[in-house]
């Protein structure tokens, strides 16, 4: 549960982390051009959303593939409060975050009783059900959608020319939600999610209030979820129903987390940093995703890993790391031991 | 205890003494498993109540059984796989150290007393059967219960595996925990417990000292009439 | 009288709705994974039977059939090549797998065929039939029907033939199977061959009264699995009660609340089954 190698020692694992990090806190520095700077801010967003994603469906095992609502429901509130109220989208979010947290006691709550893929369906057809009913709500601007300010009214709308500012607002974000992260990992929650994830039924019988601590991961998730859709709203300054609560939001998700490794640290900011280039060159090549090939390639990439990789990335880290540096996975009888 | 129609366990006392070691036997679809899952809380008794140190426990839940201080381990392992022994044993130990330094003190007393210590880092997954039924004792311990209910936790080992399996039990008998144990490998039972109860197509069919439960012609047609019909056939 | 009509015409499309259900809880019953690409298989299936038509000039009595042996390859493709290896591993794996291939599946028809809705003639099976006062059109008679009695053809193939048999063994319990000399993985593959096939046929079968589009999948997966989970996984006698039963809902829905509305009627239905009995009306896990 905490990374290989006594505290202090620079192992591999903190190199590279310390590196990476360095490298995106330098980015916008780094490249000069306007398109790359959008893209480590798109890659942070990103890693937000699918670093949410991942409290509930990488730690607790519940693999939700409708976390558009609450994506939707953050990316919705901010322009909402900006349509109707003329505020700044900015102050939409902690609504979002309420909307969110309820959405997620609605649905979460009975869903929970359900195993493996039963929950998985459960919640494409929860997001579906929102989307066509978005689809037809006038506040939220029914198909159309809503926009934001055309032009800045004063900085707390927060929409600059350059991706800058937004970059280090989400590189902010995303430190908080995996320093979070990483607590909640090393705690009692985080043993607690990792048997939820290896058993309920064993989780239970070792005293684990099992409901209580999947609502506590979906609730954790939805929260910084809706905080993803309010940076979306905020950054792109529009939302429709396919846009902010499609299901291939919820699959960019789940995939992004995946492709970096699922219930790891890391796994979804390592997934964004190569899906999100990925895709945002291709559309470039291709002329935009109205061609479709951003998705056979999501499609193929997805295929790949779970035919020879399911751990990930995170999982090929660990087989070509040192042998020192590996977990022991001998098999030997406990008796021969005692 | 009836499933529709079918009467698993059929009007079944079982009374327990603290410190005791008890032993359910009986042969297959005897009912000793649904009523020990009734014991354990993951079933519910039709009818009939359970008590548990003065507290009626007939419809608690697993997790509440477990915080009562009745731990169970399971016929069948449910490792967490992808953990390693000592986080799979440190789960358990949560339950009362809610910190994270203290279950894990606790956490490794429990690795070496059930000589677990040397595979604290492995994967558990990785673990044969002995380990992993070790392992889901030492979980089960982790939760510091009063009772222990160990579900043919020594099914399917060698006979020096069951030894060093006996030790254990006893072990932890020593530590004053009070064990029932569902079996039907009788070297087990008679070695073992103290008192021993007989199952037989739902009913209790005997009560007592192993030794006199085994000779009891009741239990001895029991066993042997399951077999000769088996043998019929 | 409206209101037969509704009926009648909710009956027809929900026997293909059963066709293809029956084919993906025959997949699920066998080993406990669900085919996110099936709505997929069917879109596939309707661009068969068009390009069929436009290209070769087949009619249906020759596109029904290639489309039923062409999905049944790519069934049986799909097994071998991706799921048999999925489902020894962990949870997210074999939901991502088959949600993969649909999507690979969904944008390379996009890709090669656009986003534009394309139709096959509407006089291709002609006319449309007075019955009792009902106006009933051929193409969707037709349709219904084939598709009602090979939904009741597969069934008594599988519980009154000794391959059937050996196919309902592996999903029961696939080592017991083993043991008596069964072999698994030729029976799963053919499980998602027959799938695919029903699959091919419901497409077919759909291409002659529907647009056919790539994205036609993405709801027509969540119809299979609502139909699935209602009827019971696993259970063809299930798939066609259910698949009729949505058939009549989604058209009562669509005339009652308006057409926008009836996805949603169907879905929370698909909630509420789940919630209320998840081992679906006939089902047994």
């Not at chain 2, 449910?78 to 910190?99: I, Y």
Request: with cysteine; aromatic share 8%; charged share 15%.
């Amino acid at each position: 549960m905490t990374m290989p190698g006594r505290s202090g020692h620079m192992t591999p694992e903190r190199i590279a982390v310390a590196v990476g990090f360095g490298l995106l806190l330098a980015w916008p520095l780094l490249v000069q051009d306007v398109f790359w700077q959008r893209i480590g801010a798109l890659v942070l967003l990103s890693a937000i959303s699918a670093s949410a994603w991942n409290l509930l469906g990488g730690y607790a095992g519940q693999v939700s593939v409708g976390h558009a609502v609450y994506f939707g429901a953050g990316a919705y509130s901010s322009l909402v409060v900006y349509t109707d109220l003329g505020w700044p989208p900015i102050a939409g979010a902690p609504i979002g975050i309420l909307v969110s947290c309820l959405l997620g006691l609605v649905i979460g709550t009975p869903t929970f009783r359900l195993r493996g893929h039963y929950f998985s369906m459960a919640t494409i057809a929860a997001a579906e059900l929102l989307r066509i009913l978005a689809g037809n709500w006038p506040l939220v601007g029914a198909a159309v959608g809503l926009m934001g300010p055309p032009t800045p009214r004063s900085i707390a709308d927060l929409s600059f020319i350059s991706p800058i500012p937004c970059h280090y607002l989400f590189l902010g974000v995303l430190i908080i939600l995996l320093v979070l992260t990483w607590q909640m990992q090393r705690s009692r929650m985080g043993y607690y999610l990792a048997a939820i994830r290896g058993g309920d039924r064993g989780a239970r019988s070792l005293g684990v209030p099992v409901l209580r601590y999947k609502v506590y991961a979906l609730l954790l998730s939805a929260t910084f979820t809706s905080i993803a859709g309010s940076l979306y709203a905020v950054m792109v300054g529009f939302a429709d129903p396919d846009s902010a609560l499609g299901i291939l939001i919820s699959v960019k998700m789940v995939i992004t987390a995946a492709l970096g490794g699922a219930g790891t640290l890391f796994g979804p900011l390592i997934g964004a940093l190569i899906l999100v280039p990925l895709e945002e060159t291709t559309n470039a090549w291709f002329g935009g995703s109205g061609t479709g090939i951003t998705f056979i390639i999501y499609g193929a990439i997805i295929l790949l890993i779970t035919r020879f990789q399911p751990g990930g990335m995170a999982a090929l880290w660990r087989q070509i790391l040192p042998r020192g540096h590996r977990r022991n996975t001998v098999v030997e009888s406990a008796n021969r031991a005692a | 205890m009836a499933f529709g129609a079918f009467r698993a366990v059929d009007r079944a006392n079982l009374e327990v003494a603290e410190g005791e070691i008890v032993g359910l036997i009986g042969p297959n679809g005897a009912g000793k498993s649904t009523f020990f899952n009734c014991l354990a809380g993951d079933a519910t008794p039709t009818a009939g109540v359970i008590r548990f140190a003065d507290r009626d426990v007939t419809r608690a839940t697993p997790e509440e059984h477990a915080r009562l201080g009745m731990a169970r381990s399971f016929q069948v392992p449910v490792t967490f796989e992808d953990m390693s022994v000592a986080d799979n044993v440190m789960v358990g130990a949560f339950l009362r150290h809610p910190h994270r330094r203290d279950a894990r003190h606790a956490a490794a007393e429990i690795l070496s007393f059930t000589g677990l210590a040397p595979l604290a880092e492995t994967r558990a997954g990785s673990l044969g059967t002995p380990g992993r039924k070790r392992l889901e004792i030492a979980r089960a311990l982790a939760t510091e219960p009063r009772l222990l209910l160990l579900d043919e936790a020594l099914a399917g080992l060698t006979p020096a595996e069951t030894r060093l399996a006996i030790e254990l039990v006893r072990k932890i008998s020593e530590r004053g925990i009070t064990i029932v144990i569902v079996e039907h490998v009788m070297e087990v039972i008679l070695s073992l417990t103290e008192r021993a109860v007989v199952f037989h197509q739902g009913r209790v069919i005997a009560a007592g000292a192993p030794r006199d439960v085994v000779e009891d012609p009741a239990v001895v047609a029991a066993y042997l009439g399951h077999h000769m019909k088996r043998v019929r056939r | 009288m409206i209101l037969l009509q509704v009926v009648v015409s909710g009956l027809l499309m929900g026997a293909v709705y059963a066709l293809f259900s029956s084919g993906l809880t025959l997949i699920w019953g066998m080993m406990n994974v669900v085919n996110f690409a099936h709505g997929d298989f069917v879109m596939l299936a309707m661009y068969v039977a068009f390009f069929a038509f436009t290209l070769f000039h087949l009619g249906p009595l020759e596109f029904i059939p290639l489309a039923a042996l062409l999905l049944f390859g790519l069934g049986v493709a799909v097994y071998f090549g991706l799921v048999r290896h999925m489902a020894k591993g962990p949870m997210l794996a074999q939901i991502l797998g088959t949600f993969g291939l649909a999507l690979v599946l969904r944008y390379a028809a996009f890709w090669a065929f656009s986003a534009n809705f394309v139709s096959l003639p509407d006089n291709l099976v002609g006319g449309t039939f007075a019955v009792a006062g009902l106006r009933i059109e051929a193409s969707r008679l037709l349709g219904g029907v084939l598709a009602l009695l090979i939904t009741i053809g597969m069934h008594l193939v599988l519980t009154h033939t000794t391959l059937g048999s050996r196919v309902l063994a592996v999903a029961e319990d696939r080592n017991a199977a083993m043991l008596m000399g069964i072999r698994p993985d030729r029976m799963q593959a053919l499980a998602w061959g027959v799938g695919a096939a029903s699959t091919g046929i419901a497409g077919a079968l759909i291409a002659m009264f529907f647009y056919i589009s790539p994205t036609v999948g993405e709801s027509l997966a969540l119809i299979a699995f609502v139909v699935v989970c209602l009827g019971g996984f696993g259970s063809v006698p299930g798939a066609l009660v259910a698949g009729l039963s949505i058939g009549v809902i989604e058209a009562l829905s669509a005339y009652l609340i308006g057409a926008v509305y009836q996805d949603v009627v169907v879905y929370a239905l698909f909630l509420l089954v789940l919630w209320v009995r998840p081992q679906g009306l006939m089902g047994t896990i």
